[in-house]
């Protein structure tokens, strides 16, 4: 149980473009969801956290206008990155969980490549 | 906020011999500590987790200590394999908050 799936799982695109990042729960309502950005050999990065219906709350340093958090039901949540750049190409995660003191659960990440 | 921190940044091990990780917390109401391991490319995978109302948790050649009062815990992994070659990472958090992270370790096991 407890699957969060990811999609797309690597995207190549040009500079200037809009990429949307879909991230779902199959097989449990998730109340709240996390983005996380991990550049090579980083660690993973918190970018921001959404609850369901609600606004997303973005961690210090991160865009809002440029990283648009959609959390529009209980298994699905949207990251688009608007006009990427090179400098946005970085790995993309999600993470759902379904309470307050429940373990969170990781999509498989999305490689972004902006050209 | 949560700060973790994690030590060392790369570890070599022979094959068979133990390999320790460390990892300290800075906010006292964190109370739930796993360990992740990712390949290169994939989602960290969870490991080995623990809450703070435990001291030690063992899983087969993998356990975690945890000590409250000086915030700091441990992964152990004994017996090591190459396959368990790989980055750890270390995270924390507390209730409603997200995981925070530690910067991880790049075990090597050596055969």
């Known amino acids: 149980g407890a699957v969060v799936s990811q999609h797309p799982s690597w995207v190549i695109c040009k500079s200037g473009t809009s990429v949307k990042i879909e991230c779902r729960s199959l097989d449990f309502q998730a109340t709240t969801m996390f983005w996380y950005r991990q550049f090579p050999k980083q660690s993973l990065m918190l970018m921001a956290t959404?609850?369901?219906?609600?606004?997303?709350?973005?961690e210090q340093g991160v865009e809002k206008d440029k990283f648009l958090i959609n959390h529009a039901s209980l298994t699905l949540s949207t990251l688009t990155v608007t006009s990427a750049h090179p400098e946005d190409s970085s790995f993309y995660i999600c993470?759902?969980?379904?309470?307050?003191?429940?373990?969170?659960?990781f999509g498989d990440g999305t490689r972004l490549s902006i050209l | 906020g949560e700060n973790v921190e994690q030590h060392p940044s790369t570890l070599s091990v022979q094959e068979g011999d133990s390999a320790v990780i460390k990892c300290t917390y800075s906010d006292s109401a964190s109370n739930y500590f796993p360990w992740y391991k990712q390949e290169l490319g994939k989602r960290p995978q969870l490991i080995i987790d623990?809450?703070?109302?435990?001291g030690e948790k063992k899983d087969q050649r993998i356990a975690v200590t945890l000590n409250k009062t000086a915030k700091h815990f441990s992964l152990h992994i004994t017996e090591t394999q190459p396959e368990d070659s790989a980055v750890y990472f270390c995270a924390a958090n507390s209730g409603n908050t997200p995981l925070v992270f530690g910067k991880g370790t790049r075990l090597s096991v050596i055969a």
């Open positions: 959404s609850n369901e219906g609600s606004k997303a709350t973005y």
């Open positions: 993470s759902a969980r379904g309470g307050a003191n429940q373990p969170q659960h």
């Open positions: 623990i809450r703070s109302n435990v």
